[in-house]
């Protein structure tokens, strides 16, 4: 995301312009928080059904298992509701870079916290 912004500071016919960014695999939020669990050594899933998305208490129970504060935790899960999918790509000619997948963007989130606490 920082490569896109800093990016798009250098191509002048990018002003004014709305992109999609996105790496370069779809996959679904379960799918993402499953590769997270794995990546943190979480192997037993607990699943309950919740009728409805309850933002709250969610948030409250998801923010208990990670080390992230509830002000980055929440609006990730209040984007639960929404299907997102990047349609533009736009962007990936005007600012060529390597993408990482899921599982790697996890794998160095992950290092650079441990090694920076990045989010505290």
Not at 11 to 16: D, L, M, Y
Request: one cysteine or more; aromatic letters at 8%; glycine letters at 4%.
């Amino acid at each position: 995301v920082l490569n896109y912004l800093l990016g798009v500071l250098r191509v002048h016919s990018a002003a004014w312009q709305i992109y999609d960014i996105g790496g370069p695999e779809i996959i679904s939020y379960r799918q993402l928080m499953d590769m997270y669990a794995q990546e943190i050594g979480i192997n037993k899933k607990i699943e309950v059904p919740v009728p409805g998305l309850l933002i709250k208490s969610s948030s409250y129970w998801i923010k208990r298992i990670t080390p992230y504060p509830e002000s980055i935790v929440r609006p990730l899960v209040e984007g639960l509701r929404s299907r997102l999918v990047c349609q533009d790509s736009r962007i990936k000619q005007l600012v060529p870079q390597d993408l990482l997948d899921c599982r790697q963007a996890i794998r160095l989130a992950i290092k650079n916290n441990a090694s920076q606490h990045v989010f505290q």
